[in-house]
């Protein structure tokens, strides 16, 4: 969603206003930064990790409770990205959700993704094409 929300990169078939570029920018910006603090804040939680697993013992309830505390920062990362994504929603009208979602489908080199389209992967013929993230 990150690539997505790149107004650079959106497909031109969506024909957005200035207006809709603007708002989708600005949502953008937020997430991005919002990923940015929250990468910051995964090196800390596997600094910690490393320190664990390289202690002459390893603290099982010590671990467990970083284990927590990682699956807590990914939710909440999670919780962002659809925050995001529903803003982004909000911003595009109905017809251009509608192409968007038909341009998600299309598959690789068919010519029909527009920006997404990434073309034929040698050697991974069945293998869709890793997702983008804009940093």
Known sequence: MLD???????????QLSAAQREKLQA????????HLQQR??????ADRWS????????DAQAAEALRVQMEQA???MSRRLLQATLDAA???????????ALLWKAPPGSGDRGE???????????????PRFVQ
């Open 74 to 76: 990914h939710d909440a």
């Open 116 to 130: 997404f389209d990434d073309g034929p992967r040698p050697g991974m013929p069945d293998v869709p094409p890793p």
């Open 4 to 14: 997505v929300l790149h107004c650079d990169r959106l497909p031109p078939e969506l």
């Open 51 to 58: 320190g664990l697993l390289s202690a002459q013992t390893v």
């Open 90 to 100: 909000a911003v595009l009208t109905p017809a251009q959700r509608s192409q968007l």
């Open 27 to 34: 949502i953008a910006e937020g997430l991005r930064a919002d």
């Open 40 to 45: 910051e804040a995964d090196r800390v939680l």
